[in-house]
């Protein structure tokens, strides 16, 4: 075809049905890698031959996601624990001057969040608005835009005193983050910021073990320890994606720590379901038993420490 | 010219529909399912994806002992109704929602911290293979606070 030999205005079709085959395929790859990678972590596996029929390319398809606790859930397994409330051991308010890279942003999000749950979770009102005003300042950075407004500010301002409430915001928070980051193909932020969420958590149950404790017969050293049944789902997270340079470097801080949890024991039984007919909730009966001696406790404690002061650094 | 132009518009229109579809299923799962967990506190985690007919998710969580959990499991009007199962680290099935009516929750307690698996699958629709319905699918998590 002779490009000149066309009039200007079909040209301009030209041109336009190009820049609209350009933009059509950009965008079906962006909503197939949505589609592929959506929420935390989630990878799909297609095992069928792109030339097989559609049924069974359908048949074959398997969606994998990897759930870690929530920086909510963390909060509350703490206090669930027996847990004190220690202003002391959160990130500083004042450095979030500090993180200007998405990874540190990221990290400190998910710190941040932790925090605010924490705070929340012991009606800590005046540290919960400082906290989320830091994890705002973090999602902003971030360019999260629908996260954390000034509506939502003002409405947990609004409830201060109103536990249930507040947990709810900050349980919408969560959720717009994380839905924002998926929607936007950011699979990576949001593993980062849930794996900076993750290790506060550690941070703050191995900072609230009382030394010389007996470890066997301790609810928070119990929580710590069961976050060992949860580093293969934060190995797969950040393995997952691949194309995140950021999430590669924390992959060298979870072996070491999986290097040391690998030295704790955990046996279990058989699970066996049992429901409640009276209130259709259904108890999972097993028995756990945990192996761990003080040197390795002792050991974890301070590789958390360690990872959490660069973190926050 | 005015023919070439509304091909046009709908290579656009056509082009934009994941993203659409993908903002739906976030609506999908903050106004249907997280609504539905209550009184469980929902975790504030999002799993939610477009599945086709006859596609199958799984998600790997660790729950924790002495916490009562409501797990949900929503699949949009069109997909009819979406099987999930618990299985343990075994392989151990341990709740079917096929065997209670394709419950679209379960509430459950541990007596020891697991990691847990869940299986979601879509059912087919007879003679719609050649065209498979799509539509979202949300796995959610509620707990509730001592």
Not at chain 1, 71 to 98: F, Q, W
Request: net charge negative; hydrophobic share 40%; aromatic share 8%.
């Amino acid at each position: 075809m002779n490009i000149k030999a066309l009039d200007t205005g079909k040209q301009f079709l030209l041109l336009f049905t190009f820049l609209v085959f350009i933009l059509g395929s950009c965008v079906t790859d962006k909503g197939k890698e949505a589609k592929n990678a959506d929420s935390s972590g989630l990878s799909k596996d297609f095992n069928a031959n792109a030339d097989d029929d559609l049924t069974e390319k359908i048949n074959t398809a398997k969606r994998i996601f990897y759930s870690l606790p929530s920086p909510l859930e963390t909060a509350m397994l703490i206090k669930n624990a027996g847990a004190v409330y220690d202003g002391d051991l959160l990130n500083k308010v004042e450095n979030t001057s500090k993180y200007n890279t998405n990874l540190k942003m990221a990290l400190n999000l998910g710190i941040y969040t932790t925090d605010l749950s924490y705070a929340s979770l012991f009606d800590q009102t005046q540290a919960t608005l400082s906290y989320i005003n830091a994890a705002k300042k973090m999602a902003d950075g971030l360019e999260i835009l629908d996260a954390i407004d000034q509506a939502t500010i003002t409405r947990l301002e609004e409830n201060i005193n109103n536990r249930d409430v507040i947990i709810d915001i900050i349980s919408e928070t969560l959720l717009n983050s994380s839905s924002f980051l998926e929607d936007k193909g950011l699979q990576g932020t949001s593993a980062i910021i849930l794996v900076g969420g993750w290790v506060e958590g550690l941070h703050i149950a191995t900072s609230l073990v009382t030394p010389g404790t007996d470890l066997q017969k301790n609810k928070l050293v119990e929580r710590i320890v069961d976050q060992k049944l949860s580093l293969n789902i934060v190995v797969s997270l950040l393995e997952n994606n691949k194309d995140n340079a950021e999430a590669q470097v924390l992959l060298k801080d979870v072996a070491e720590l999986k290097a040391i949890y690998d030295k704790i024991t955990i046996e279990q039984s058989e699970i066996t379901p049992v429901e409640d007919p009276n209130t259709n909730v259904t108890m999972l009966k097993s028995v756990s038993t945990i192996k761990m001696t003080q040197a390795v406790f002792d050991e974890l404690t301070r590789k958390v420490k360690e990872l959490r002061t660069r973190y926050i650094s | 010219m005015k023919r070439s132009l509304f091909v046009s518009i709908l290579f656009v229109v056509f082009a934009l529909v994941p993203f659409s579809a993908i903002g739906q299923c976030k609506q999908f799962a903050k106004n249907t399912c997280k609504v539905g967990l209550s009184p469980y506190q929902h975790d504030g985690n999002y799993h939610a994806a477009i599945l086709l007919e006859g596609e199958e998710a799984e998600l790997y969580k660790t729950f924790y002992s002495d916490t009562q959990y409501r797990i949900g499991i929503c699949g949009a009007n069109n997909l009819g109704e979406v099987e999930f199962s618990i299985v343990d680290g075994n392989g151990k099935e341990l709740y079917n929602n096929k065997f209670h009516g394709y419950e679209w929750k379960w509430d459950f307690k541990l007596e020891s911290s697991q990691q847990l698996k869940i299986i979601v699958k879509v059912p087919v629709t007879k003679g719609m293979a050649d065209d498979p319905k799509e539509g979202c699918v949300a796995i959610m998590f509620g707990f509730k606070d001592k």
